[in-house]
């Protein structure tokens, strides 16, 4: 079975840079194969939002809003999904948290309904 547990997460100051981690485990990062992996963000009242995604590929995909600043990237030999947030902004405080996908790989529209394996999140808060 999959399990992702994220890490990394804080409080920093708005222009700051933070690195969130995702250990991911029950998942073969085989290049003849498709999957992908996420990462999404929940803050309070609100649906929780795709921020971008990797597949076999190793290029990332990513929402509007954070294009530019984040960069996604995995790392196989440690099986680790790591989520590089720079120039951050208020804005980008949330509850983050990685999915991952064994069949259908890396795709900006999907929402969390479309995923089923989440792990359990890890708080960004930007101040101002």
């Known amino acids: 079975q999959v399990h992702l547990a994220e890490s990394g997460g804080g409080s920093v100051q708005a222009g700051g840079s933070l690195t969130l981690s995702c250990a991911v485990s029950?998942?073969?990062?085989?290049?003849?194969?498709?999957?992908?992996l996420y990462w999404f963000r929940q803050t309070p009242g609100k649906d929780r939002e795709f921020v971008a995604c990797i597949d076999r590929w190793l290029s990332g995909d990513y929402a509007r809003s954070v294009k530019g600043r984040f960069t996604i990237s995995l790392d196989s030999a440690k099986n680790t999904l790591q989520l590089n947030m720079r120039d951050l902004k208020p804005e980008d405080t949330a509850d983050y948290y990685c999915?991952?996908?064994?069949?259908?790989?890396?795709?900006?529209?999907?929402?969390?309904?479309?995923?089923?394996?989440w792990g359990q999140g890890t708080q960004v808060t930007v101040s101002s």
């Open positions: 029950g998942v073969s990062f085989d290049p003849g194969r498709l999957w992908g």
């Open positions: 999915a991952a996908e064994r069949g259908e790989g890396c795709h900006a529209w999907y929402t969390a309904g479309n995923l089923h394996d």
